[in-house]
């Protein structure tokens, strides 16, 4: 699983042969066909909603590899947007294909769900500023005296509502979604949702990597069958922690971008753009992060 290209770091796609119709903080977008689109992530990385200069190597491809791994892994339970196209099938530019290796795939057009379906396992973030606030997180009651970072009774669903580019998601709560795409998509979103992470989580847990909390996002089809999309259980979508150094009371360290997140904090940044550029330890650093949450999360 962990074989990476050996190109220089991929901060934005040009492909001559498709159709580029978004390209998000991450990820550039292609129109393939009336039924298929081609994501693919780059080594950008975002911080605080702003993107950041310098492309993190291999990060794209580690994303990509986790969604696929966490996509195979779970299609017993949910079905996905991986469709059967190749990137071979759709790409005859050798020269592009290259820049795509490891790190795009294709996948059915679907109507996404304006909603993140976030579960936490853990209380950390806006969760535990809910929690501090109301002694609840998206209306749902937790018991007094939580600490940071402590393992909730149960998994919660905390779902938020879609924000504009360059805004923050809102949380919302159960309600709220049932308002948004109706009462049984609410709840099949819900249960799936729960049911993808609990397992995910006894996965990670055996390989000593606890996700206190992850958002996915879904689709459906015309026939308003519900898939999975976007990407699954990553460091971008998700709170890796190695459970070596966690202890309830404390932010614990991660495998994702809180790295960068930190080093920003100790710079006099305003938090807009144009975001500042990271030294190369800080770089090499967030790098070796995401290919170690990898390789832990694909062992066998």
């Known amino acids: 699983m962990e074989q990476y290209s050996h190109s220089a770091p991929l901060f934005e796609t040009h492909l001559r042969s498709l159709r580029k119709i978004h ?5 550039d977008i292609y129109d393939v066909d009336d039924r298929h689109l081609l994501i693919v992530a780059t080594d950008r990385l975002s911080a605080f909603d702003v993107v950041l200069p310098d492309p993190i190597p ?12 966490w996509f195979a892994k779970t299609a017993r339970i949910t079905a996905n947007h991986l469709s059967e196209l190749r990137i071979e099938d759709i790409i005859s530019d050798t ?3 290259a820049q795509l290796t490891g790190r795009a795939m294709v996948v059915r057009k679907l109507n996404a769900l304006p909603i993140e379906a976030v579960v936490r396992g853990y209380l950390i973030g806006s969760g535990f500023k809910d929690y501090k ?28 509502s879609k924000a504009p580019a360059g805004s923050h998601d809102e949380n919302i709560d159960f ?38 909390d992850t958002k996915f ?14 990407e699954a259980l990553t460091p971008d979508s998700s709170r890796f922690w190695p459970m070596t150094s966690y202890k309830p009371g404390i932010s614990p360290p991660s495998f994702d971008k809180q790295f960068v997140r930190d080093y920003l904090e100790s710079l006099h940044w305003n938090k807009k753009p ?3 550029h990271l030294p190369p330890e800080i770089l090499n650093r967030t790098s070796e992060n995401y290919r170690e949450a990898l390789k832990l999360l694909t062992r066998p």
């Open 95 to 97: 020269a592009e294909r």
């Open 274 to 276: 144009p975001a500042p």
């Open 133 to 160: 606030q109301h002694g609840s997180v998206c209306g749902i009651s937790l018991p007094p005296g939580l600490e940071l970072a402590e393992r909730l009774p149960e998994p919660i669903f905390t779902p938020a």
């Open 58 to 69: 291999f990060k794209g491809e580690v994303l990509n590899q986790i969604s696929l791994f």
């Open 175 to 212: 309600d709220a979604i049932v308002k948004l795409i109706g009462k049984d998509l609410a709840a099949e979103v819900r249960r799936i949702a729960l049911e993808v992470y609990r397992f995910a989580a006894e996965h990670a847990r055996a390989r000593n990597i606890i996700i206190a």
């Open 217 to 230: 996002e879904f689709g459906v089809d015309h026939s308003g069958r519900l898939y999975l999309i976007d």
């Open 23 to 27: 390209q998000g903080k991450v990820r």
